[in-house]
C-alpha cells in the first residue's frame, strides 16, 4: 500500500516512526522557481523542541567513515504537531522559513542526516546525478531535473512495517513559525527562613541578674554584580594561502575571547564573502580563555575570495558581535589582521597565535653600505714604442734602444713595493667603518630572530596585562 505522507497530515502513523523526518529537498536551482531548500516534517502527535535535533550536509552520496560533515542546529523553537519547517536558500520564495546553514548543496551527488542531541541518527538522505551509482538507498537526482524535487512517501505493508520512498515531483514546500518556548515560573513553593536574615528571638521577661546573650543581626553580604563578558573578536584572516597550501583546504579565520573564562559557541554564526554567502553554525564548541579558535575551509564550508571579501561573527540571538573590515586583491601568502587596532596585510599567518606585523622582503628598503667605494687610480696611456724611441734618438744622439723583458722574465722577479712606485702604503681602519660594520651586524641579528623577539615581547605584554587585570580585579573583590 502506497501512502503519501504529507507532514501537515494528522492521520496515525506507526509508533517506529521518528518524530522529525526529512520530508522534502530541492537540490538544484530552478531559475524560473525554487531555489535550494530543506523540508523537516513533525510527524508525531507531540510538539518538538528542533533545537535538540541537528542536520548534518556531506558533499558526497558515500562518504567515508573519517569525513567530517557540516553541521547544524535547525534552529530556536517549538514545531507544533503535524507542521512543517523548512530552510531555504531564498527565504523570499517562501513565508516563514528559515535560512539554509550550508552554502550550496551538491548538484552531482551529496548526504544528509537529521542527527538528534544524543547523537542519533534518526533520519538520512543520499543522491547522486549519476543512474549506476544511484543504488538503494541513494536517490537518483539527474542533471536535467532543475524544477523537481524529491518528496518523501511512506509505504507500508499489510503488517503494518513501513519503508521510505523517495519520488521526483513539483516541489511544494510549506514552512510554519516556530512557536517560543515556554519559560518554567520559578517553584515558589517552598518558603524557608534564612537564618542569617532572621531576628533572633528575645526572651520577654528577664529575670534581674541574669545576662542574656543577644546575638547580633549579621548584616547581608554584599552583591557581587559579575561583569558582563567581552565581546569575542575575528582577528585574522587568510584568503590566499601559498603553495603547497590550497584555497580549499587552509583557507581560515581566527577567533580571539579577550575574557578570562571560556566562552561556549554553541549557536554563534561565522559568516564570510562579499555578502556573506557562506556561514557555519558552531555547535558544541568552546574558546579557552585568552585562546583562539581557528575556522578553516577545510573542516567547514567557509571561503574567503581573493580578490574582494570580509566576515563576521553572530551569537546565538543573530546579533553581529565582531566583523573583520572589506578587504581587496589579497596578496599571496599574506593574512588580513588585527594588529595595534589596525586591519592591515602581514607576510607571517600566525593561526592560534598572536598576530605579527612582519613587512614581505619586497618592501623592506636595501640598507645602503657604509664601506669605503674603491677608487682606481686614473692611467695615462703610455706612448707606443715606436714614438718613445723616435723622441729618445731625437734628443740623444747615438741612444741604445732598450729591449723589453719578456713576460717569464717578469715573473720571476720580485714585486715592487709599494714604496717604491711612489705612492704610500695604506692606514689603519677608520673608527667609523668599523662602528658601522658593528652597527649592520647587530641590525642583522634583530632582523633574523624578529620572530622570536616579536613573540617574546607580546607575551611579556601579555603577561604583564594579565597580572594587572587580575590584581584590579582582587582589589575590587
Same mark, same amino acid.
Given at each position: +500500500? ?94 516563514? /522559513? ?22 542519533? #541518527? ?13 543504488? =538503494?538507498?541513494?536517490?537518483? +537526482? ?13 509505504? +507500508? ?65 554584599? #552583591? ?51 555578502? =556573506? ?14 585562546? =583562539? ?67 614581505? !622582503?619586497?618592501? !623592506?628598503? $636595501? ?16 706612448? /707606443? ?16 734602444? +732598450?729591449?723589453?723583458?719578456?713576460? $717569464? ?22 673608527? /667609523? ?15 633574523? =630572530? ?8 607580546? !607575551? ?18
Amino acid at each position: +500500500m502506497l501512502l503519501p505522507a504529507p507532514v501537515t497530515s494528522h492521520a496515525e502513523v506507526t509508533p517506529d516512526l521518528p518524530k522529525l523526518i526529512i520530508s522534502e529537498v530541492k537540490i538544484k536551482n530552478d531559475t524560473s522557481g525554487y531555489d535550494e531548500f530543506i523540508e523537516i516534517g513533525n510527524l508525531s502527535s507531540e510538539a518538538v523542541n528542533i533545537h535538540e535535533y541537528s542536520i548534518e550536509y556531506f558533499n558526497t552520496s558515500t562518504p567515508a567513515v573519517s569525513q567530517v560533515p557540516v553541521r547544524s542546529i535547525l534552529g530556536t523553537g517549538i514545531l507544533p504537531a503535524g507542521q512543517s519547517l523548512v530552510l531555504a536558500k531564498n527565504k523570499t520564495q517562501i513565508p516563514h /522559513s528559515y535560512v539554509l546553514p550550508f552554502a550550496s548543496l551538491a548538484d552531482s551527488g551529496g548526504q544528509l542526516r537529521l542527527v538528534s542531541d544524543a547523537e542519533e #541518527v534518526v533520519d538520512s538522505i543520499a543522491w547522486s546525478s549519476s543512474s549506476s551509482a544511484a543504488t =538503494y538507498p541513494i536517490v537518483h +537526482m539527474p542533471s536535467t531535473a532543475t524544477t523537481k524535487s524529491i518528496t518523501r512517501e511512506i509505504i +507500508m505493508d499489510s503488517e503494518g512495517a513501513f519503508t521510505y520512498s523517495w519520488q521526483l515531483v513539483s516541489p511544494s514546500p510549506v514552512s510554519y513559525e516556530l512557536l517560543p518556548i515556554p519559560v518554567e515560573p520559578p517553584d515558589t513553593s517552598e518558603e524557608y527562613d534564612d537564618p542569617i536574615l532572621t531576628e533572633p528571638e528575645v526572651p520577654v521577661e528577664v529575670l534581674p541578674g541574669v545576662e542574656v546573650d543577644v546575638p547580633e543581626l549579621q548584616p547581608e553580604p554584599p #552583591v557581587i554584580e559579575q561583569s558582563a563578558l567581552l565581546p569575542l573578536q575575528i582577528i585574522e584572516l587568510l584568503p590566499n594561502p601559498t603553495a603547497p597550501l590550497t584555497d580549499a583546504q587552509d583557507e581560515f579565520v581566527e577567533i580571539y575571547n579577550p575574557n578570562a573564562e571560556p566562552v561556549e559557541l554553541s549557536g554563534y554564526r561565522l559568516q564570510a564573502g562579499k555578502t =556573506y554567502s557562506h556561514s557555519y553554525t558552531f555547535v558544541n564548541e568552546e574558546i579557552p580563555p585568552f585562546g =583562539y579558535l581557528v575556522i578553516s575551509s577545510g573542516n567547514t564550508n567557509i571561503s574567503l575570495a581573493n580578490s574582494i571579501g570580509r566576515a563576521r561573527l553572530l551569537d546565538a540571538t543573530g546579533e553581529v558581535i565582531s566583523e573583520a573590515p572589506e578587504y581587496t586583491n589579497s596578496p599571496e601568502g599574506q593574512s588580513w589582521a588585527l594588529i595595534n587596532d589596525i586591519w592591515q596585510w602581514t607576510a607571517s599567518p600566525t593561526p592560534g597565535a598572536a598576530n605579527l606585523l612582519i613587512l614581505p !622582503l619586497a618592501a !623592506l628598503k $636595501k640598507v645602503p653600505s657604509t664601506q669605503p667605494k674603491t677608487v682606481k687610480p686614473k692611467t695615462t696611456a703610455r706612448p /707606443s714604442a715606436s714614438k718613445a724611441a723616435s723622441k729618445a734618438n731625437a734628443k740623444v744622439a747615438g741612444a741604445k734602444t +732598450m729591449k723589453t723583458p719578456s713576460n $717569464k722574465a717578469t715573473k720571476e722577479k720580485d714585486v715592487v713595493p709599494v714604496a717604491a712606485t711612489g705612492s704610500e702604503p695604506p692606514g689603519p681602519l677608520h673608527p /667609523s667603518i668599523l662602528y658601522s660594520v658593528g652597527a649592520l651586524a647587530f641590525a642583522y641579528a634583530v632582523y633574523e =630572530y624578529r620572530y622570536d623577539i616579536g613573540n617574546r615581547w607580546y !607575551l611579556l605584554k601579555r603577561y604583564f596585562s594579565a597580572r594587572r587585570a587580575t590584581r584590579t580585579q582582587v582589589i575590587e573583590e
